[in-house]
């Protein structure tokens, strides 16, 4: 009898219809989430309301170019790379969003190889990604110091729209931010899976259960997020 109860106990609660078992699912966690762990669930509510914020700081950039009556810089001829005296327009932009699809390939592939408990291959491949992502954050340096000194500013430009400059500054900023971030959790966890924290279990920060890289596939999704909003970037501010 007592066995008996406690089965019954452990079961699942019988599934309610409609909207208020589908509302009575997700807020209890019974279903919708089980398979998921708590590390991947807060990733994807986090890249959720970093979207949020992302969409707000492109919208209001269309809004105030949209609205300015000044007339906004063209971008072919704002962002020039000189080499050798010739002077290629958005090629720095173009490179920068090379340098990122392909920090995208190897964090695929560094996620595919932890899924095969690959250590060595992960690691590696982990590195790579955070040396692309360096190599963005330096040219995005680049970038940022070149138009300084032609006299860029948070409050105006020498080429039109005043606006120009707050709205550079800060969406380019925000989003370099995060690769920076994301270079430097990189490099912490391709530390830990060189060292095999993952195989032993070994106890400490972003640390999975043994003999898991989740923390891999983790890391992997936020940084396609910051790669996808690279591209919404590009489109909208570089090439508009």
């Known amino acids: 009898m007592t066995e008996s109860a406690l089965t019954d106990t452990l079961e699942a609660p019988p599934r309610q219809g409609g909207w208020q078992g589908f509302f009575a699912d997700w ?10 762990t708590w590390g991947k669930a807060m990733i994807w509510i986090f890249l959720l309301s970093d979207t949020f914020i992302f969409s707000c700081f492109l919208l209001s950039y269309m809004t105030v170019r949209m609205s300015t009556t ?3 810089p063209d971008p072919g001829k704002v962002f020039i790379l000189t080499i050798g005296g010739t002077k290629y327009p958005l090629l720095l932009i173009a490179i920068m969003t090379m340098i990122l699809i392909s920090s995208s390939g190897t964090m695929a592939m560094a996620v595919n190889c932890g899924y095969r408990r690959d250590r060595g291959k992960t690691a590696a491949l982990m590195l790579l990604t955070a040396a ?9 340096a680049f970038e940022w110091t070149t138009l300084i000194l032609e006299g860029v500013r948070p409050w105006g430009n020498p080429w ?3 606006q120009f400059g707050a709205c550079f500054f800060l969406i380019t900023g925000f989003h370099g931010t995060h690769v920076t971030i994301g270079v430097i959790f990189l490099l912490i966890i391709a530390r830990k899976v060189w060292r095999g924290d993952f195989e032993s279990g070994k106890l400490g920060f972003f640390t999975s259960r043994k003999g898991r890289y989740e923390i891999v596939e983790t890391m992997g999704l ?3 997020f910051v790669d996808l909003v690279w591209v919404f970037i590009f489109a909208l501010f570089y090439l508009w």
């Open 27 to 36: 807020a209890s966690d019974q279903r919708a989430f089980k398979s998921a």
């Open 70 to 72: 000044v007339p906004w």
């Open 132 to 140: 692309f992502g360096a190599s963005f954050v330096g040219t995005q």
């Open 160 to 162: 039109g729209a005043p």
């Open 222 to 224: 936020y940084w396609h």
